[in-house]
């Protein structure tokens, strides 16, 4: 896992200087799993309740964070530091069928 940097100003340097993009190796160690096979499915099909142009509130990837890996186990922060939000989002524009 690569360490986010909690006080970051950019994102680049939230990843600790690594790549341009969010990835899953930036999530807590051994989440990456239960994130692709259990909270996407999910954020997409509560995503499918929402209008064309809305996103999932930090709240709502919060929710899905909690019902996945536990109340309080992970804190979705704001961005830049925060790999929750950009990840799910990134499946969103990327993977608009079955990831």
Wanted: glycine fraction near 10%.
């Amino acid at each position: 896992m690569v360490k986010s940097t909690p006080h970051a100003r950019t994102q680049r340097e939230a990843r600790g200087g690594t790549g341009k993009k969010w990835k899953l190796e930036h999530l807590p160690l051994g989440t990456s799993d239960l994130f692709t096979n259990q909270l996407v499915p999910l954020a997409k099909s509560l995503a499918g309740s929402l209008s064309p142009w809305e996103g999932l509130s930090k709240e709502q990837v919060q929710k899905l964070v909690d019902n996945i890996y536990g109340s309080s186990q992970y804190t979705v922060q704001d961005a830049p530091t925060d790999p929750w939000g950009p990840l799910v989002s990134h499946v969103f524009v990327n993977c608009p069928g079955p990831c």
